[in-house]
Structures are given as C-alpha cells and as structure tokens.
C-alpha cells in the first residue's frame, strides 16, 4: 500500500524538516549538534519505517492498527507540518520580492494547519461513524409483475479488519440497520476482509443475524482473495477457502460465477453473482455465471467492481440491474466533489444505458483506511417497480 504513495510520504516526511532546520532555525541551530540532531531524530525514524513498509511482501502489515496508527503520525503531524512549511515559504519569496511588506505565509500555514488537524480527527473518529439508508427505485418494463414492489437492502465494502479499536460497535449498526428494512433480499457486493479470513471471526457473529424472505446473497471483491498477503499458493489458496467458507457459515449465498432463481406466483427472476472482475484476476466469468438464465430474463447481477459494467457486463450477459461497490465514493466528498470521480466513469448511485439496462454503485460502509468525510457509510435499499426505466 505504502509503495503506491511512497514519494508522497517522503515529502510530507522530509519537506518540513528540510525548511524548518535550514530556513528558520538555521542562524539559531548554528553549532548546537546535539539540537539539530534531536530535531531529525523523528523524520529518519519515520523514514526508515516508511521504507519498511514499502518493502513489505504483502499490501500492509497484519497488525492493521499500526499502520492506521503510522497514518495518524503522518496526517496529524506531518502533513500540518509540510503545510505550514509551503506556505512560510511561499511568505518568504514574496516578502522578499517586495510583493509583500510582511511574510503572511505564517499566519496562513498555522490556520491552515489546524484545519488539516481537524480534518484528520473528524475523518478518522467520527467521519465512519452511523449510517444513512439510501432508498432508490429501479424501473424496467422486463420485471415479472409478480416482483413488482420487490426490495433489495444492499450493502458493501465492510473491510472488517478496519475495526481495529477493539469494537465492532459500527458493523452492528449497519446489521441492525439492514434488519430493519424488512427487506425481501439482502446483497453483499464484495471486499468483506482486508486482507486476511481470521479478520472475519469477530464479525461473524453480528453478520450471521442478518435475515431478508429470500436470505443474503454475495460475491468476493478484490480484497477477498489472497493477492494483498501474497502468500505460497498452498497457504494462498486455504485463506480463500476460508473466507468463502466462512460467508456460507453464515448463512450467506456466496455466487461465485453461478446463479440462483427466486420464484413469486411462478414467475422468476434471477440473481446472478460474478466473480471479482479487474485487471489483477482472470476468474471473472460472464458466460458461466449466465448459464441457465433465458434470454429475455429478468436478472440482477452481483459484481464488486463497477468498471466491469461497461467492459464485461454489457456486451456479454443480458443483465438488467447490475450491483457494485469498490470505490467507497472516494470516501471523500467535499461541496459535491470526491476524488472518485477522477478514477471512475461510475463510482456513486444509478447509470442507465439507452435501453434501460442499470448499474448502481453502493459507496459502501467501510474502506481499508478507516477515514471519512462527506462520505456517510450507508445502506441502500433498492426497489424493483415495473415500468419504463427512469
């Protein structure tokens, strides 16, 4: 994880040492050794771990809280600390081009600062907490009139290896939320684990008690698998085995390219449940997780990652109303704007195509960092209406 953003991270780490030892404290430093050596002391530790854990086999340590707590270090000290550093600096050079009478860049990096610290508090504490319960309705004229009225409580992305303060307080919220809808079928669309299956025994026993007319229906996301540990194919192929029998002790439907029918006064719909579709995994198969589902159908697909609508989804199965997660709608949102939107067409809500066909993008309850803003976990209950798409 850290070898994605490692250049960032060296100079959120370095830049502030950098300025503060050579542009402030330069003249006040001169000949104490002992000072300047105590002032570098936490940038190398930090480096050093930085490039630890940039090195390591697998996407982040086990130990999940100590890399949660290396990024509180970074968003509450040093990244105030690069902020008030650019734009001292920035005071600086226009002071001295006579732009300005006074270096106000101080004044400035210190608010600044303090917002960045305020950010990262309320991100981290209480931007994950609660949950909203979102309600949509999906209308096509091939919905069986049986079905009509028919609800889906979805949710997705719980990243349960997140809850790392000794609570799963936050997931009992969202169960009991998704009780509370009544629903006809609940879906799970992927990334239950962060990287590991022993993740999941805290949180089976709320997960267990999760009950809809026609069950709990799921599908793996790209966390589910053992890409992020990188273990032997032997250990490799056990956790998997792990994580997808765990779901099933639940109780839970795990599709993994297969379908199930679900019958109202003998009509049918079909869930259809695909596995994790990205550029990493080859085991996404449309054609096998299709099979047995006429033409001209009724059928919800399950698919973790959005992207595979447009590229798999759409030209190879006769899917009406496809279902996903993975993004966490950037689990930023500020004055309407997520960084989600920069990566993906499709990261947040419903998309139609001109013949009605949907995708709806679930922003999820949970992310591998625990951080929020603007971006309230949520449930979405979805409800099947027949009818001309709208």
Same mark, same amino acid.
């Given at each position: 994880?850290?070898?994605?953003?490692?250049?960032?991270?060296?100079?959120?780490?370095?830049?502030?040492?950098?300025?503060?030892?050579?542009?402030?404290?330069?003249?006040?430093?001169?000949?104490?050794?002992?000072?300047?050596?105590?002032?570098?002391?936490?940038?190398?530790?930090?480096?050093?771990?930085?490039?630890?854990?940039?090195?390591?086999?697998?996407?982040?340590?086990?130990?999940?809280?100590?890399?949660?707590?290396?990024?509180?270090?970074?968003?509450?000290?040093?990244?105030?600390?690069?902020?008030?550093?650019?734009?001292?600096?920035?005071?600086?050079?226009?002071?001295?081009?006579?732009?300005?009478?006074?270096?106000?860049?101080?004044?400035?990096?210190?608010?600044?600062?303090?917002?960045?610290?305020?950010?990262?508090?309320?991100?981290?504490?209480?931007?994950?907490?609660?949950?909203?319960?979102?309600?949509?309705?999906?209308?096509?004229?091939?919905?069986?009139?049986?079905?009509?009225?028919?609800?889906?409580?979805?949710?997705?992305?719980?990243?349960?290896?997140?809850?790392?303060?000794?609570?799963?307080?936050?997931?009992?919220?969202?169960?009991?939320?998704?009780?509370?809808?009544?629903?006809?079928?609940?879906?799970?669309?992927?990334?239950?684990?962060?990287?590991?299956?022993?993740?999941?025994?805290?949180?089976?026993?709320?997960?267990?008690?999760?009950?809809?007319?026609?069950?709990?229906?799921?599908?793996?996301?790209?966390? *589910?698998?053992?890409?992020?540990?990188?273990?032997?194919?032997?250990?490799?192929?056990?956790?998997?085995?792990?994580?997808?029998?765990?779901?099933?002790?639940?109780?839970?439907?795990?599709?993994?390219?297969?379908?199930?029918?679900?019958?109202?006064?003998?009509?049918?719909?079909?869930?259809?449940?695909?596995?994790?579709?990205?550029?990493?995994?080859? *085991?996404?198969?449309?054609?096998?997780?299709?099979?047995?589902?006429?033409?001209?159908?009724?059928?919800?697909?399950?698919?973790?990652?959005?992207?595979?609508?447009?590229?798999?989804?759409?030209?190879?199965?006769?899917?009406?109303?496809?279902?996903?997660?993975?993004?966490?709608?950037?689990?930023?949102?500020?004055?309407?704007?997520?960084?989600?939107?920069?990566?993906?067409?499709?990261?947040?809500?419903?998309?139609?195509?001109?013949?009605?066909?949907?995708?709806?993008?679930?922003?999820?309850?949970?992310?591998?960092?625990?951080?929020?803003?603007?971006?309230?976990?949520?449930?979405?209950?979805?409800?099947?209406?027949?009818?001309?798409?709208?």
């Amino acid at each position: 994880m850290i070898a994605r953003v490692f250049v960032l991270i060296v100079i959120l780490i370095v830049l502030p040492f950098l300025y503060i030892d050579l542009g402030m404290m330069r003249n006040r430093w001169r000949g104490r050794i002992m000072w300047r050596m105590a002032w570098w002391l936490p940038c190398i530790v930090m480096l050093a771990y930085t490039v630890w854990l940039s090195v390591l086999k697998s996407f982040a340590p086990l130990e999940t809280w100590i890399l949660f707590l290396y990024l509180l270090i970074i968003g509450l000290i040093f990244a105030p600390l690069t902020v008030f550093s650019i734009c001292s600096a920035v005071g600086d050079f226009l002071a001295r081009k006579g732009i300005v009478r006074r270096n106000r860049g101080r004044i400035a990096g210190v608010v600044l600062s303090v917002m960045v610290v305020f950010v990262v508090i309320y991100g981290s504490f209480f931007g994950t907490g609660g949950v909203k319960v979102r309600r949509v309705d999906y209308f096509s004229e091939h919905l069986p009139a049986s079905f009509d009225g028919y609800r889906i409580a979805l949710f997705s992305d719980a990243h349960v290896g997140s809850y790392i303060w000794g609570t799963t307080d936050h997931l009992r919220v969202v169960a009991d939320s998704l009780n509370e809808q009544r629903a006809d079928m609940i879906a799970f669309v992927g990334d239950l684990q962060n990287m590991h299956p022993d993740e999941l025994l805290p949180a089976m026993p709320i997960l267990v008690k999760l009950e809809a007319k026609d069950g709990v229906f799921s599908v793996l996301g790209n966390h *589910d698998n053992d890409k992020y540990l990188r273990s032997d194919s032997v250990t490799g192929r056990r956790n998997e085995r792990l994580t997808r029998n765990r779901q099933r002790q639940m109780g839970w439907r795990l599709l993994i390219n297969e379908n199930a029918v679900l019958t109202r006064h003998g009509e049918s719909i079909f869930v259809v449940g695909m596995d994790n579709d990205d550029a990493d995994t080859y *085991d996404a198969n449309p054609e096998k997780a299709m099979t047995g589902v006429p033409r001209g159908a009724f059928s919800i697909m399950l698919e973790h990652n959005p992207t595979s609508w447009q590229r798999t989804i759409l030209p190879r199965t006769t899917a009406n109303l496809t279902l996903s997660g993975h993004t966490h709608g950037g689990q930023i949102c500020v004055a309407g704007l997520s960084p989600a939107a920069i990566v993906y067409d499709e990261y947040d809500g419903m998309y139609l195509d001109d013949s009605g066909r949907a995708l709806f993008v679930t922003t999820g309850i949970g992310g591998f960092v625990p951080f929020r803003l603007g971006m309230k976990p949520e449930v979405v209950v979805i409800t099947l209406r027949k009818g001309v798409a709208k």
